[in-house]
């Protein structure tokens, strides 16, 4: 009877934490979220408004920002600036700096 509980407890536990990493991985920045807005962040950095961010640079993206925590082939990752939420990787916001 042990090894039944045992294998039901992995199990719910299990389901529990694939549950919960499907749920923190869909947490995407919204583009109208009050503070994406203020940093001017979009989804799809070729979609910025150059002539209001004057600073943006053709290549310049999420991935490529030192800011990003995801891997540069990674689609999305998390950011500092937007705690608990994913930007995408071909995204781009204001705050962008270039990876040393």
Known sequence: MT???????QVA???TALLASQVHAA??????????????YKADATKV???KFPKYAAGQACSNCALYQGKA????????LFAGKQVAGKGWCSAYAKKA
């Not at 090894?3 to 407890?9: E, I, N, W």
């Not at 082939?73 to 500092?80: H, I, K, L, S, Y």
């Open 49 to 51: 408004d150059k002539t």
């Open 3 to 9: 090894q039944r509980r045992t294998f039901m407890l």
């Open 73 to 80: 082939a990674d689609a999305a990752g998390g950011c500092p």
């Open 27 to 40: 947490a995407m920045v919204d583009e109208k979220d009050p503070q994406a807005g203020a940093l001017g």
């Open 13 to 15: 536990l299990g389901s």
